[in-house]
């Protein structure tokens, strides 16, 4: 279990799932028999499965089922399907998944809404697989490598969209192994992720060779009751710095901007203690990503079976309808709404951070 520390930059403890399961593919690979090395090293037991079926014997329960299996780490093997990789706007050029699913319990996790089953955390074994989908989709994409605003930064891959790869880093060494890859890789690439976690030591001493951008994703402080299981808004912004002095480019991403009463005074002070965090790194790489809440129906339907009670607003008041390029429909916030967002926004980042570049606005 996560035991959340205060809010005054102090670590919140590495996550250590009641239950891990491997298949069997999973131990053919020598990074999937490191990951059971790693996890069986801190004392946690590991159920060895005779076949690659995931037989996750939930309770029938809904309550007691999201318990168990926001618990429960699988060790499986990436198929096909899951290793091709996939355009990602407005982050990246292509995804690249470490693992799926994610040990925090945040109340608006838009992964409800994109993955399907019960809320397991998959870790991949088959690495080398993964990292072979890289090199041809090299100056391919349409985010970055044929923007002239982004180009500098290459072809970009993102390692964040289905988990947050820090948050599991201890248990793998998945992320690790990824940033030496793109160190050694003599390219104009980024590897990009985000994190509400703060555990960055064993990233610090890598010959990243500036080509891994790491993102803190933050909200006010006000906000926590909505980020379960998460480290401090403290830590991650001192994490950030840590990366910042090592060579690494940073960012922050401000999600989701959540438009509640007294909005203006917390995002400013976030934004304030951002700056004031970061002070130490002189000539900062820092991108600035902002991304308002948003839902979907069936989102919704989900995360309220998961956190029933949560004060998060997801009435239909300042919402309008958005239809996706995949014909879904998103509630977002009216266009007064993030009109008075964004120009707050842009104002406030100028200000107090003016070294930062505002990739985009979403």
């Given at each position: 279990m996560l035991s959340v520390q205060p809010a005054t930059g102090t670590r919140t403890r590495l996550w250590h799932p009641k239950r891990v399961l491997?298949?069997?593919?999973?131990?053919?690979?020598?990074?999937?028999?490191?990951?059971?090395?790693?996890?069986?090293?801190?004392?946690?037991?590991?159920?060895?499965?005779?076949?690659?079926?995931?037989?996750?014997?939930?309770?029938?329960?809904?309550?007691?089922?999201?318990?168990?299996?926001?618990?429960?780490?699988?060790?499986?093997?990436?198929?096909?399907?899951?290793?091709?990789?996939?355009?990602?706007?407005?982050?990246?050029?292509?995804?690249?998944?470490l693992a799926e699913g994610c040990p925090a319990h945040c109340n608006y996790c838009y992964l409800a809404g994109s993955l399907s089953g019960p809320p397991i955390t998959r870790v991949y074994a088959n690495l080398p697989e993964i990292l072979?989908?890289?090199?041809?989709?090299?100056?391919?994409g349409t985010i970055t490598s044929r923007s002239s605003a982004r180009a500098?930064?290459?072809?970009?891959?993102?390692?964040?969209?289905?988990?947050?790869?820090?948050?599991?880093e201890h248990l793998t060494g998945s992320l690790s192994a990824l940033v030496e890859w793109f160190g050694a890789w003599d390219a104009l690439v980024q590897l990009r992720f985000t994190s509400k976690f703060d555990a960055v030591e064993p990233l610090l001493g890598i010959a990243h060779g500036g080509r891994t951008r790491m993102r803190a994703s933050v909200n006010p402080a006000a906000y926590a009751r909505f980020e379960g299981g998460a480290s401090s808004v403290a830590a991650r912004l001192a994490a950030l710095a840590k990366m910042g002095l090592a060579g690494y480019p940073i960012g922050l991403t401000v999600a989701p901007i959540i438009a509640a009463p007294g909005w203006q005074q917390a995002y400013g002070e976030l934004i304030h203690a951002a700056a004031q965090a970061l002070s130490p790194v002189t000539e900062p790489d820092l991108t600035i990503e902002l991304i308002?809440?948003?839902?979907?129906?069936?989102?919704?339907?989900?995360?309220?079976?998961?956190?029933?009670?949560?004060?998060?607003?997801?009435?239909?008041?300042r919402r309008i309808e958005k239809r996706t390029k995949f014909g879904s429909v998103k509630h977002v916030y009216d266009r007064?709404?993030?009109?008075?967002?964004?120009?707050?926004?842009?104002?406030?980042?100028?200000?107090?951070?003016?070294?930062?570049?505002?990739?985009?606005?979403?």
């Open positions: 491997v298949t069997r593919s999973a131990l053919d690979w020598e990074h999937g028999r490191s990951i059971v090395k790693q996890v069986e090293s801190l004392g946690i037991e590991v159920q060895r499965l005779t076949s690659d079926r995931l037989s996750l014997g939930l309770p029938e329960d809904p309550r007691q089922a999201y318990a168990l299996a926001k618990q429960t780490l699988a060790v499986t093997v990436a198929p096909p399907s899951k290793r091709r990789l996939q355009p990602i706007a407005p982050s990246a050029d292509w995804r690249v998944d072979a989908e890289l090199p041809p989709k090299l100056g391919q500098h930064e290459g072809t970009t891959f993102e390692a964040s969209c289905y988990t947050d790869p820090l948050a599991l308002t809440h948003r839902f979907t129906a069936g989102s919704k339907a989900v995360l309220q079976s998961w956190y029933p009670g949560s004060a998060l607003d997801m009435s239909p008041e007064e709404t993030m009109a008075e967002l964004r120009s707050f926004f842009e104002t406030e980042i100028s200000r107090m951070l003016p070294a930062a570049r505002i990739l985009y606005w979403t």
